[in-house]
């Protein structure tokens, strides 16, 4: 009897690492996969009548959990990490240099709830400056980007507000009306070096060394997330697309490490990683992740974007190996 294999419709941002999936360089009999490269993130795959599993913001998955939505089942293999640190930018004239430095001080983010604005509250919060402590304004990063909703129902008037006019950020920075701002991307013309900003942090680097030595991960913000009713009649899914992901980013490191020469430092960088972060530190599965789980909840808690304090195994009811974890 001939196996035929399922048919998974798959959205993912255009990491390199997924190169080798989508080349089919890294593939299952059991799965027949059609990734297609999103620029933007699908707001519900429970909802999508194109995909069947995506790219999910951490933030935006805890909100369907509390809410009682299990149309969608999140797995802890966490396909974006990140260090916040060097998210923070302002210009190069400023006198601020730390995050402390911030208190009292105008910050304007991409969007309040974003799972990485989270993050970087939180990397602010273990400097002293909480969300209470300074003035916060929500907007679009630069012209090209669209007039949208950035506060999604957080606005507070006097300490969380839209950003004025709806203008870009880049602009209200420039002019001094923000001090700084958080961005997960930086704007057009930010790396030829006459662009007027500047990473807040002089040395982001040492920063992040010192955040990771403290609390033992370096931040996920987005995860895997299945439609429900895939998962309840194939629960092989998880563990299957999940080890290709995996597999996908050993086949992709491996080749970078040796095909280093895209740019001149490649493999200064490479060796540092390499060196500086234990090995395992991007590891996908519950128990390797469930620490960050854990201070994702609670930011998300303390922040005021949770009403409660919600657990791990409340978030995460599947391993990435399809297994159940201890709460389910």
Known sequence: MNFMPLTLRLALRDWDYITPLVLGDVSSPKLDLKVDRVGTLVSHVGKSDAYDAAETSFSRYTQMRI??????????????????????????DSPITSFAQLSGKRIGVTGWRDSGNTWTRAALRREGVGVEDAMWYAGRLTEAHPITDRLDGFGRPGRIEAAPGERPMVDLLKEGQLDAIFTPFMPDGYFAGNSGFRQLL??????????????????????????????????????????????????????????ADTTPFMLDELLKSAVELPEGWDASGFAANRKMIADFAGELHVQGILPRLMTPEELFPFDVDGSHTSAA
């Open 67 to 92: 809410d009682g939505d299990e149309s969608v089942v999140g797995i802890p293999n966490f396909i974006m990490r990140g260090f916040r640190h060097r998210c923070v930018i302002t210009t190069k």
């Open 202 to 259: 002089p040395d982001f680097r040492a920063a992040e060394h010192r955040y990771f030595a403290d609390v033992g991960y370096v931040p996920g913000m987005h995860l895997i997330g299945f439609k429900a009713d895939i998962v309840a009649e194939h629960p092989w899914v998880i563990a299957e697309l999940s080890a290709l992901i995996d597999e996908s980013q050993r086949v992709w490191l491996s080749k970078r490490r040796k095909y």
